[in-house]
């Protein structure tokens, strides 16, 4: 038998020789299992990009869920919390391990919020749910109001596996909406103070324009009453010199007709009340002119004394006749400021005053003032109701009266309040331990004055 290699069975499909797979067939092995390793490595380094692209998402998605100011919680069809964010367990002082697994109801404070979220979730779980206000269980038990909105989550094939609720804590609205509004309040009053700023401008250029058109034709009056008294001193003179003699009978008859005595003796008075009123007139203009001079640069040494008697007699002008007002303001009183700004201040506060004692029998008003170490104290003290507790740390605030419409704006204490910081004092209200209520204005003294 001959050894010899048969070519025919060589170039044919592999097969068995003698119990062992020829030279060809492990070739055409070998080959494929270097292309399936090909392939595995190809499988591999594709895999690997996968990875790492995935790696990626899930890095982007946990630094946007870190991020995130409100709450986020991911649950399934029963309500069972399987994810969450960080600022979840911030709101509700719980770890991670805590809440992972548990219910979502467990979540809320009240029944309530409990039972609302139980109800959409299970007669709606594949609707959206918007702004839906609960009471959310916070750090310590506390309950803490939040916006909710759902938003269901749907399985690769469009069915809902269960819900995405995200949630804002709705006091950082509910500050944000008052700080705007607070703002928006401010700013009306500001305007508002603006307007009557302007009025009252323009109501001091009035009175200064009255003021002077007044003054000239008073100076004329008491000028000619001071020449009338002289000419009527001269006239009695001459006529008493008459008198003296002998009259003829159709004379004395006229002088008797004429009242020429009783003229005569009616004369001094009639200069004198003619001279008061020209004074008194002209004292009133002269209080026009220093009440409508607002400006900053008029602060002159004055004797506070005169502006608060000043104002006392004007308020008491117009108030009831039963109303005792007791002036007590035994020493000098030396400040600086705006004589007219001053008397508004302390004609607001009098005004007040006579105003809460207006109902009341036995009505009194005392305005008592002292200086104590370089300070000078003015009192102005009613007997009335007082001022209610939860009213007295809102006197000073613009707009703010408990007068009926129409008879306040809530204007004065707020105007009187700055003037009094302006000339570098302080005003103060409280109530009396005795009844009524005591606004205190505190001024420096000014030993030039």
């Given at each position: 038998?001959?050894?010899?290699?048969?070519?025919?069975?060589?170039?044919?499909?592999?097969?068995?020789?003698?119990?062992?797979?020829?030279?060809?067939?492990?070739?055409?092995?070998?080959?494929?299992?270097?292309?399936?390793?090909?392939?595995?490595?190809?499988?591999?380094?594709?895999?690997?990009?996968?990875?790492?692209?995935?790696?990626?998402?899930?890095?982007?998605?946990?630094?946007?869920?870190?991020?995130?100011?409100?709450?986020?919680?991911?649950?399934?069809r029963a309500g069972i919390i399987e994810d969450l964010n960080?600022?979840?367990?911030?709101?509700?002082?719980?770890?991670?391990?805590?809440?992972?697994?548990?219910?979502?109801?467990?979540?809320?404070?009240?029944?309530?919020?409990?039972?609302?979220?139980?109800?959409?979730?299970?007669?709606?779980?594949?609707?959206?749910?918007?702004?839906?206000?609960?009471?959310?269980?916070?750090?310590?038990?506390?309950?803490?109001?939040?916006?909710?909105?759902?938003?269901?989550?749907?399985?690769?094939?469009?069915?809902?596996?269960?819900?995405?609720?995200?949630?804002?804590?709705?006091?950082?609205?509910?500050?944000a909406y008052s700080a705007l509004r607070q703002a928006h309040?401010?700013?009306?009053?500001?305007?508002?103070?603006?307007?009557?700023?302007?009025?009252?401008?323009?109501?001091?250029?009035?009175?200064?324009?009255?003021?002077?058109?007044?003054?000239?034709?008073?100076?004329?009056?008491?000028?000619?009453?001071?020449?009338?008294?002289?000419?009527?001193?001269?006239?009695?003179?001459?006529?008493?010199?008459?008198?003296?003699?002998?009259?003829?009978?159709?004379?004395?008859?006229?002088?008797?007709?004429?009242?020429?005595?009783?003229?005569?003796?009616?004369?001094?008075?009639?200069?004198?009340?003619?001279?008061?009123?020209?004074?008194?007139?002209?004292?009133?203009?002269?209080?026009?002119?220093?009440?409508?001079?607002?400006?900053?640069?008029?602060?002159?040494?004055?004797?506070?004394?005169?502006?608060?008697?000043?104002?006392?007699?004007?308020v008491a002008k117009a108030a009831p006749n039963q109303l005792?007002?007791?002036?007590?303001?035994?020493?000098?009183?030396?400040?600086?400021?705006?004589?007219?700004?001053?008397?508004?201040?302390?004609?607001?506060?009098?005004?007040?005053?006579?105003?809460?004692?207006?109902?009341?029998?036995?009505?009194?008003?005392?305005?008592?003032?002292?200086?104590?170490?370089?300070?000078?104290?003015?009192?102005?003290?009613?007997?009335?109701?007082?001022?209610?507790?939860?009213?007295?740390?809102?006197?000073?605030?613009?707009?703010?009266?408990?007068?009926?419409?129409?008879?306040?704006?809530?204007?004065?204490?707020?105007?009187?309040?700055?003037?009094?910081?302006?000339?570098?004092?302080?005003?103060?209200?409280?109530?009396?331990?005795?009844?009524?209520?005591?606004?205190?204005?505190?001024?420096?003294?000014?030993?030039?004055?």
């Open positions: 038998m001959s050894n010899a290699p048969d070519d025919a069975a060589n170039d044919s499909a592999p097969q068995w020789s003698g119990g062992a797979i020829d030279e060809q067939a492990w070739l055409a092995v070998i080959r494929r299992m270097d292309e399936v390793y090909r392939e595995l490595l190809d499988y591999e380094a594709t895999l690997e990009q996968q990875n790492e692209a995935l790696a990626e998402s899930q890095r982007f998605i946990f630094s946007v869920l870190t991020s995130m100011s409100d709450v986020l919680v991911v649950c399934n960080p600022s979840l367990l911030e709101l509700t002082g719980c770890s991670e391990e805590q809440l992972r697994g548990t219910s979502l109801f467990d979540l809320f404070a009240d029944a309530e919020s409990r039972r609302a979220m139980e109800e959409h979730l299970a007669a709606r779980p594949g609707e959206r749910l918007a702004d839906c206000e609960v009471q959310m269980r916070g750090a310590g038990g506390v309950a803490v109001p939040v916006a909710l909105s759902c938003t269901p989550r749907l399985s690769g094939t469009g069915r809902p596996v269960g819900m995405v609720i995200t949630g804002r804590p709705v006091g950082e609205l509910r500050r309040e401010d700013l009306k009053r500001t305007q508002q103070q603006l307007l009557q700023a302007e009025k009252m401008a323009s109501l001091g250029r009035l009175v200064a324009g009255v003021a002077h058109e007044l003054n000239n034709p008073i100076s004329f009056v008491l000028g000619n009453v001071a020449a009338l008294k002289k000419y009527v001193s001269r006239l009695e003179t001459y006529l008493a010199a008459i008198h003296r003699e002998p009259l003829s009978e159709e004379v004395q008859k006229l002088r008797e007709q004429l009242r020429i005595d009783a003229v005569l003796a009616d004369l001094p008075s009639l200069m004198d009340g003619m001279q008061e009123g020209g004074e008194r007139t002209r004292d009133i203009v002269d209080g026009l002119k220093r009440f409508s001079a607002f400006g900053a640069d008029s602060l002159v040494p004055l004797d506070l004394r005169a502006v608060i008697e000043r104002a006392v007699e004007w005792h007002i007791d002036v007590q303001t035994p020493e000098p009183l030396p400040v600086k400021g705006n004589a007219g700004r001053l008397q508004q201040v302390f004609m607001n506060l009098v005004q007040n005053a006579v105003d809460a004692t207006a109902s009341r029998e036995g009505a009194r008003v005392t305005i008592r003032a002292r200086c104590e170490e370089g300070q000078i104290f003015v009192e102005v003290i009613d007997n009335g109701l007082g001022i209610a507790p939860e009213n007295l740390p809102k006197v000073f605030d613009p707009f703010f009266t408990t007068k009926p419409v129409g008879r306040g704006t809530g204007l004065g204490l707020s105007i009187s309040y700055g003037i009094v910081e302006q000339h570098g004092g302080h005003l103060t209200a409280e109530n009396a331990a005795e009844g009524g209520a005591i606004f205190r204005v505190q001024l420096p003294v000014h030993a030039e004055a």
